[in-house]
Structure formats: C-alpha cells, structure tokens
C-alpha cells in the first residue's frame, strides 16, 4: 500500500509543470499590472517581490471616476493543457476575494475566470480548468467553460466592488 502511495505522489509530480516559482532573484519584468486607469479610473497596483522572495501584487482599488479594478498578468510561451488539467497556486492573501484568470491566446478579448477567498494564511488553492468562466468587464459571456488545449496567459485580478486596499503574496502557480 505505501509503494502504491508513494507512486501516485510520484506520477503527480512528474506531470506538474511550472507556469512561475518565484525566488529571491525572479525577474519580474513580464508581470504587467493593469489597473482600471486604462478606463479613466483612479485604482493602484504595484508587482514586486517581498523580502523572502515572493511575488508581491499589492495596492488599493478606488471606486472614483468608475473604477474598480487593479490586475497583474503574466504572458508566457504557449503551454499545453488537458481537459482534466488544474491550476494549483500557493498563495497568502488578506482575507479577500480575488479573480484567478487564464486566457488560451492572448488576442482573445476575453479571460476566463475564477474565484477564490483568500484567508490570511499561506494555502494552496486548485482551480480546474474546465471550470473557468467566459468573462468580459465583469460580465460572463453566453459560451462553454474553459475547453482549449493551451493556455498563454495568466492574472490576478481584485475587483469587489468597494475601495479597499490589497496585499497578495504569491509562492508559485503550476500546472496539474
């Protein structure tokens, strides 16, 4: 029975492939923050990289001028994923509610989405691909569940509908 535990854990991490791990010495250039000033808005992100090396979205999110929003994305080489395939990020957020987006090529006008509470705790959180949501400004989009085979770009988006000021922490995103 343990060989065969051993094994699973094995076979899972063999098939994990990194999207980013963050270090003391990432280089965080391709981490782009996009905040609702792109539409006239007053929000403010920042992406950096904490003392003990993780990556560190941070800001505040206004509501003045028809804002909301702060994001950070990461473009990357295309990856490919399965229908079955799961996100897993580790993570510390502040307690609030934060979008996790992907997109399957970048010259989509849409993202699909999901949702997660962050605790105030380092967690891992799971995201299973297929049920990621069609989105387009906030509104979701009369189409299937994520169903591609590759995907080319993740965020991290805070949106909640209320000013507020935010601190994510991020460890590592990979793919399962």
Known sequence: MKILFVYLILVTAMNEQIIYDFTETSSIERW???DDGVMG???KGSMGLS???HGLFKGTV???NNGGFSSVRYRFD???VEQNSTIKIRLKGDGKRYQFRVKNAVGEY???VAYFESSGKWEEVEIALKDMVPTFRGRKLNQPNFSHYQIE???FLIGNKKAESFQLLIDS???N
Do not use: N, Q, T
């Open 32 to 34: 782009i923050v996009v």
């Open 110 to 112: 849409y993202s699909y």
């Open 51 to 53: 003392p003990e090396g």
């Open 173 to 175: 995103i990979s793919l």
């Open 153 to 155: 770009e993740i965020a």
């Open 62 to 64: 206004s509501l003045e």
């Open 41 to 43: 808005g007053r929000s």
């Open 78 to 80: 295309k990856m490919e």
